[in-house]
């Protein structure tokens, strides 16, 4: 496989695209939908919760956490993750704007 090319796209392109490849996988989609259903931080009961091993969901949490969707607080020996709402918001926003941007529909296709 090549490498990325994202230096000839624009800021705004690449950061589209990293908040596409966060959501890009079903389990980071489960791991947000049932963060945001407890309405709180969780800690550890993301593996009861998806039935998927705990180092995949570390895996999973490592890419939302990289792209600022979820912060993480160390409490005792574990982790607590919630939403990062500052950024939740943001990317709404850009979502948002990138769906409803116009398109024509061309008679060519």
Known sequence: MGVTRSDIFT?????L???FKALAHPARIAILQHIIKQNACICNDLVQELGLAQATISQHLKEL??????????EGTSVCYCIDEKVWLQFKK???VFFT????ANKCC
């Open 11 to 15: 800021n705004k392109q690449n950061h």
């Open 17 to 19: 695209a990293a908040i």
């Open 65 to 74: 956490k990289n792209t600022g969707i979820i912060k993480g607080n160390i």
């Open 94 to 96: 850009e979502l948002n």
């Open 101 to 104: 941007e116009n398109i024509t």
